[in-house]
């Protein structure tokens, strides 16, 4: 039994790893369920008895996927810029050009826009935790800089800094850094 078990696990892994792959490289619409299985070295009836339709499939690979991406990230020091703004580097190099993918599918598809607002709330969370004890006790402008410490850590600016800009890995750190350093120290 526990070979079968096995051998199951490593299909749906298979399964998952191929959907991945592919909802991060084409449009929502353009990814069929049969490319899917061909990639994973299944069949089409495979992916159907595991995840039932595309939609449920999309969710189980954002279910599977987000605990990698965030025990990366959760590793970040809090309190410590550098420390946080370098594992959330790491984690844009690792996974920034797919979650920016899937962010340009968002407006016309709710199973890839449940998503990414569940990404937006676990950033926010992440920014509090890593960087509010940094903002100190006074709530009147607390909100307001807890806010444009979302902004400058977002992926947005991550992708225009090396994507758009070029800028090198440890130029990118620097300046995102400096501009986290600059709103954390107005307090």
Known sequence: MTVRAEA???TERRILEAARGLFGELPYDR???GAVA???????QTVLRRFAA???LFAAVAEWASPQIRNERDAAPVGDVAGAVHALVDDYERWGDHVAH???????TAAVRAVTDQGRR???AWVERCFGPLLGDAPSDRDQRLTQLVAV???SVWKLLRRDLGLARDQTEAAVQDL????????
């Open 102 to 108: 899937l962010l340009a599918e968002e407006q016309r």
């Open 122 to 124: 676990y950033h926010r």
């Open 38 to 44: 061909a990639q994973a070295g299944v069949t089409v």
């Open 31 to 33: 990814v069929s369920l």
């Open 8 to 10: 199951s696990a490593a």
């Open 153 to 155: 850590t977002d992926l």
């Open 180 to 187: 986290v350093r600059r709103i954390v120290a107005e307090g």
């Open 54 to 56: 595309k939609e449920q």
